[in-house]
């Protein structure tokens, strides 16, 4: 329901919601969601959970806005990153060639398509990472590296 909540509906409202790493902070509060997220369900009345979920969002706002003002004048390998998701992902793979689920587990996370959307597949597109088998991006050996500069 979380999930749902967070992915779906207010990233149709409005699209920030679809890059914003909440589940990084959820992760952080993972008793508080649970407790929540059951209560609303004992109860039949999910408006503790949303107040809980608007806190998280909340604080994830405050946190990039922190990492913006501190990395405003910092850039990666001479591209400016202006996507915290795709910095986060440039510190994971560090000097290393990683799979898809190395990189994962690096960050902490465990659903596909988010960390597809949100991290690799922006990463690829601004070009400061790359497959080590590009005429496979499908391939189960494939692996990523940071682009050469």
Known sequence: ???????????????????????????????DYYNALGKADKDGDSSEFVQMMLQVIKDTLVDYEDDTD?????????????????????DAIGDE??????????????????????????ALELGVIERTIPEKPNSRNQRYKKTVR
């Open 1 to 31: 329901m979380g999930r749902l909540w967070h992915t779906i509906l207010l990233g149709q409202w409005k699209e920030l919601f679809y890059w914003l790493p909440i589940e990084d902070l959820i992760r952080k509060r993972q008793n």
């Open 70 to 90: 501190q990395d405003s004048d910092q850039e990666t390998d001479q591209v400016k990153i202006d996507n915290p998701n795709v910095k986060k992902l440039l």
């Open 97 to 122: 060639t990683m799979s898809a689920k190395e990189l994962m587990d690096e960050l902490g996370l465990s659903h596909r398509p988010t960390f597809r959307n949100n991290y690799l597949n922006p």
